[in-house]
Nanobody, 124 residues
Framework: QVQFVESGGGLVQPGGSLTLSCEVS????????LGWVRQAPGKERERISC????????IYADSVKGRFTISRDNAKNTVYLQMNSLKPEDTAVYYC?????????????????WGQGTQVTVSS
């Protein structure tokens, strides 16, 4: 069973930056996609980014493209989300996620499993 340890959330002012980290355990070589999803109060869960565990290819939702950067450290089984130019509408619980399929599939449908989440609040 895949387990996640997420960290890095918090309160930040608009225009600020945060970096989220997620250490994944129980992760097998069959899992091709690591990513992040978020859910704001009263809204549906949004898949925002994915990185391939094989070639490092990335996909971003339009809402975060150009502001967020996903990366991974395979040796540490850790995935990161660098978030810049944060906006109040980025306020949400952010979840690390993984999927045995390709990133394009996970981003179009949903990830197979995800962690407990970390709160990100963007407010002045």
């Amino acid at each position: 069973q895949v387990q996640f340890v997420e960290s890095g959330g918090g309160l930040v002012q608009p225009g600020g930056s945060l970096t989220l980290s997620c250490e994944v355990s129980g992760f097998t070589a069959d899992y091709l996609a690591l990513g992040w999803v978020r859910q704001a109060p009263g809204k549906e869960r949004e898949r925002i980014s994915c990185i391939s565990t094989r070639d490092g290819g990335t996909i971003y939702a339009d809402s975060v493209k150009g502001r967020f950067t996903i990366s991974r450290d395979n040796a540490k089984n850790t995935v990161y989300l660098q978030m810049n130019s944060l906006k109040p509408e980025d306020t949400a619980v952010y979840y690390c996620a993984t999927d045995p399929g390709y990133c394009i599939t996970a981003m179009l449908t949903d990830f197979d499993s995800w962690g407990q989440g970390t709160q990100v609040t963007v407010s002045s």
